[in-house]
C-alpha cells in the first residue's frame, strides 16, 4: 500500500503543481493589485466588526474556523519536513507562496461568499456550490465535493492525530492507541454538536494557541539574537542555491517549500471558502479580505515561529534523498515534531517537548475539527436534494475511526496519504478559481468604488452582473429592506 500511496503522490505533485500553484498566486497578486498590502488598513475591523445570526457566524469565528484548519501540525511537522528534505532555503518558498496565496485565498474565499446558500437553517458554499452556480458544471462541483469528503474525512485527520500522538509519546511516554482514543471522544463530543460548537470552540482555542507559541518562539529568538542574522543569510541564499551546503538541492527547496507552505496555508486548496462561507458579512470582500490575511498568520507568523526556532538552535537534519545526507545534527530520527521539540529544550530543558507537544495538540487538534466541517459541509452539497440522515452518521464514524488509525501508523505513510488529499484539491479548486476570475475581480472593484464613495459595502449581485448569487440577489435584500421597513 505504502508503495501505491507514495507513487499517486508523486504524480500528484509533480513540478507542474509546484508551478501552478506559485503562477496562481502570481497571477491574482498582480490582478488585484496587491491586494494583500493595499488593504491592510481594513483588516482589524473586518474581523471584528459584525455579528453572527441563526445562519451564519461572525466574522471573528470563521476566521478562527479557517485558522484552525491553516494552523495546524503544518506549522510544526511540516515546516521541520520542509527543512529535513528542501533544506534551510524551502523556508522562502513558504514565504513566497503565502504571499503569494494570500491573493488565491482572497478570490476563493470571495467566492464561497457569492455563491453560498442557506441549506437546513445554516450558511453553507465552498468550491462544490462556486463551481456549480458559477461554471454551471454540475459534474465538476459533484467530482470536487467527493474528493473533498474523501481528502478532509478520510487522509487528512491522520497527519494531524500521527503528529499528535507522536509528540506526546516523545514528552509523555504515553502510547499513540492511549492518545487516539483520548482525541476521539473529545472530538466525538463537539463534531455531533454541529457547526456552531465547532466555531466557538476555535474562536476560543486559536487565538490562545497561536500567540503562546509565538511569544515562546520569539523569547529563543531573542537569547540567540546574534545568530539571526546568519540564519537569514542561510534561508535567502540556500533559496536561491547561492549556500555551498544546499546549492545542489534548489529544486528540492522549492518544491517542499511550496508543498508544505500549501498544506499549512491552505491558500488556493479550496478548504478556507468553506469556514468564509459561513460568515454573516455585509459583502463577500469583506470576507475575502479577512482570509487573505489568515494566510499571513499561519505562515508568515506561525511557520516563521518555527523555522526560526528550529535554524537559530541549529536543531535539524537536512538529508534530501536516501543516499544524501547534507546536516545530521540530530542523529538518526524521523522529521517532524521531535526537531521543535529538541529546539525549545536547547533553550529550556525539560520544558521544550512538553511545550511543544501541548502546542501541536491544540493547533491539530483544532485543525481535525475543521476537517470534518469541510467534509460535512461537501457530504451536504451531494445530499442536498435529499437529505440522507444515515450517510452524516456513517461520515462521522469514518472521521472517528480515521483520526484513530492515524495515531498508530507511520508518519511517512500519514503525510503522503495526507499529501494527495492536498493535492487533489487543489488541482480541482486552482483550475475553477481561474476560470472564475471575472466575477471575483468585479466583486473586488464593487467594494472598492463603494468604499471610494465613504459607504459601508453592501452586495448587490445584481447591479455588477453576477448571476445565481441567490442568496444575496433574494433573501439577502429581502432581510435588509426588513430591517429598513
Known sequence: ME?????????????????????????????????????????????????????????????????????????????????????????????????????????????????????????????????????????????????????????????????????????????????????????????????????????????????????????????????????????????????AAFGGILGAAISWGVKRGIYSNEAGQGTAPHAAAAAEVSHPAKQGIVQAFSVYIDTLFVCSATAFMILITGMYNVKPDENTVLVNTLGDVEPGPIFTQRAVESVFPSFGAPFVAIALLFFAFTTIMAYYYMAETNLAYINQKTRRVWTEFVLKIAFLGMTFYGTVKTAKLAWAMGDIGVGSMAWLNIIAILLLTKPALKVLKDYEAQKKDGKDPVFDPVKIGLKDADFWEKEYTYIEEEKTG
Open 3 to 243: 508503495n501505491f500511496v507514495n507513487w499517486l503522490n508523486d504524480i500528484i505533485w509533480s513540478p507542474a503543481l509546484i508551478y501552478l500553484c506559485l503562477g496562481t498566486g502570481l497571477f491574482y497578486t498582480i490582478a488585484t493589485r496587491f491586494l494583500q498590502v493595499r488593504h491592510m488598513k481594513d483588516i482589524i475591523p473586518l474581523i471584528f466588526k459584525g455579528g453572527k445570526s441563526e445562519a451564519g457566524i461572525s466574522s471573528f469565528q470563521a476566521l478562527s474556523l479557517a485558522l484552525s484548519g491553516r494552523v495546524g501540525t503544518g506549522n510544526i511537522a511540516g515546516v521541520a519536513t520542509a527543512i529535513a528534505f528542501g533544506g534551510p532555503g524551502a523556508v522562502f518558498w513558504m514565504w513566497a507562496i503565502a504571499f503569494l496565496g494570500a491573493g488565491s485565498a482572497f478570490v476563493e474565499a470571495a467566492l464561497g461568499q457569492v455563491y453560498k446558500v442557506k441549506q437546513n437553517g445554516q450558511f453553507r458554499g465552498g468550491p462544490a456550490y462556486y463551481i456549480e452556480k458559477g461554471l454551471k458544471l454540475k459534474w465538476y462541483a459533484v467530482l470536487f465535493a467527493i474528493v473533498t469528503v474523501i481528502a478532509t474525512g478520510v487522509l487528512l485527520p491522520g497527519v494531524q492525530a500521527n503528529s499528535i500522538a507522536s509528540a506526546i509519546e516523545n514528552a509523555f511516554s504515553i502510547k499513540p492507541w492511549i492518545t487516539g482514543l483520548v482525541i476521539i471522544v473529545c472530538l466525538a463530543i463537539i463534531i455531533f454538536g454541529g457547526v456552531k460548537r465547532i466555531a466557538r470552540v476555535a474562536e476560543f482555542v486559536v487565538p490562545f494557541m497561536a500567540l503562546g507559541y509565538i511569544i515562546v518562539a520569539l523569547i529563543i529568538t531573542f537569547i540567540n539574537i546574534s545568530a539571526l542574522p546568519g540564519v537569514i543569510k542561510l534561508i535567502f541564499s540556500s533559496a536561491f542555491g547561492a549556500d
